[in-house]
């Protein structure tokens, strides 16, 4: 048995997906003439309570045409810490648009409204203006946690009374709505702009959608095509989101997986950190001494893990791990040095 707990983008698509893309009604998307595209943005629009959407190859790409809409060279953006935007993009916001991340802690995940207004209220002392905060959820580096929404309402409150506009990261938003039974619309209501995924938890072979007001995305667009992200026939890709939007609901399995794989580790290595209470979603991050050692050892039985930071091992449950993939991963850790 081989079993992949690298991350929730190595499933594959399913049959339904297969044939859905066989039988797309297909046209040229640059000319707004694929109306299985059409149609996939319509959705992610109507789920997220946005006016419009538009299909991309990535969530990168979706993050990085926020950045290039929502800000101008020489703008700061305040983000978390460890938000994928910052850390795990290779470094594209300051290279495409030319702004600054202004980092602010995030141990669980959140920001903590009075630092961001301190990093803000900088601007008027010879410091960048910040004229974006980022805000990811799930938070992947903390371990898929959910933002509480009584949190996100006062980081809006913020936003608003400053004045500055907020970008949803929401990788894995259909996770939190999941696991929180929040929608993603009420979710993303403080956010201008909001981006979410098909290729992870959802199963789809690839696409990001980035939803936000019609005049926006009208520059969004152009954003796109400068980023090579227009795309031609893409309703055969777009036919596979439209299954993966259908399959929201069986989140909630993936979710108790990683409960299972928590416990599991937290019995093995009670100094590794995790608090099993804390796992809410698909992911489970802890410490390790030797992360290549244990890599190597999970391989050996047949089990791929991953890691997201010096010292720090992470694993990632998905529609392709079924029970009996999550009883060889619990039995590995459990024989793990």
């Given amino acids: 048995m081989q079993v992949d707990l690298r991350s929730d983008t190595v499933t594959r698509p399913t049959a ?19 109306p299985t595209v059409r149609l996939l943005q319509e959705r992610f629009a109507e789920l997220t309570g946005k006016q419009e959407a538009m299909f991309v190859p990535s969530g990168t790409m979706a993050n990085q045409v926020a950045l290039r809409c929502l800000t101008r060279p020489g703008d700061a953006v305040v983000t978390g810490r460890h938000q994928h935007v910052l850390l795990y993009e290779e470094g594209a916001g300051p290279i495409n648009s030319g ?38 959820d799930t938070h992947m580096a903390a371990g898929g946690r959910v933002w509480p929404m009584d949190q996100i309402d006062s980081l809006a409150r913020l936003a608003r009374s400053e004045g500055v506009p907020i970008h949803l990261d929401g990788a894995r938003l259909w996770n939190a709505s999941v696991a929180s039974g929040v929608t993603p619309a009420a979710r993303a209501a403080h956010a201008t702009t909001v981006m979410a995924c098909l290729s992870k938890g959802l199963g789809a072979p690839v696409g990001s959608l980035l939803a936000g007001p019609t005049e926006l995305m009208d520059e969004a667009r152009l954003a796109r095509k400068r980023f090579g992200g227009t795309m031609r026939q893409s309703g055969v890709i777009a036919a596979a989101g439209l299954v993966a939007l259908g399959r929201i609901d069986r989140l909630a399995e993936d979710h108790d997986k990683a409960r299972r794989l928590a416990l599991a580790v937290a019995e093995r290595w009670p100094e590794s950190g995790l608090d099993p209470a804390s796992v809410e979603t698909n992911i489970v991050i802890f410490s390790y001494p030797d992360p290549a050692g244990l890599l190597r050892h999970l391989a050996d039985g047949g089990l791929a893990a991953g890691t997201v930071g010096p010292g720090r091992v992470r694993l990632v449950t998905h529609a392709d791990v079924d029970t009996a993939g999550i009883d060889l991963a619990c039995a590995l850790i459990a024989k793990a040095p």
Avoid: W
């Fill in 16 to 34: 339904d997906m297969r044939r859905a893309m066989a039988a797309a009604d297909v046209g040229d998307d640059e000319y707004g003439e694929d």
């Fill in 99 to 136: 702004i600054s991340f202004l980092p602010v802690a995030d141990p669980l995940g959140t920001l903590e409204p009075s630092e961001v207004q301190q990093v803000i209220a900088s601007g008027a002392h010879h410091q960048p203006a910040v004229r974006l905060i980022t805000v990811e």
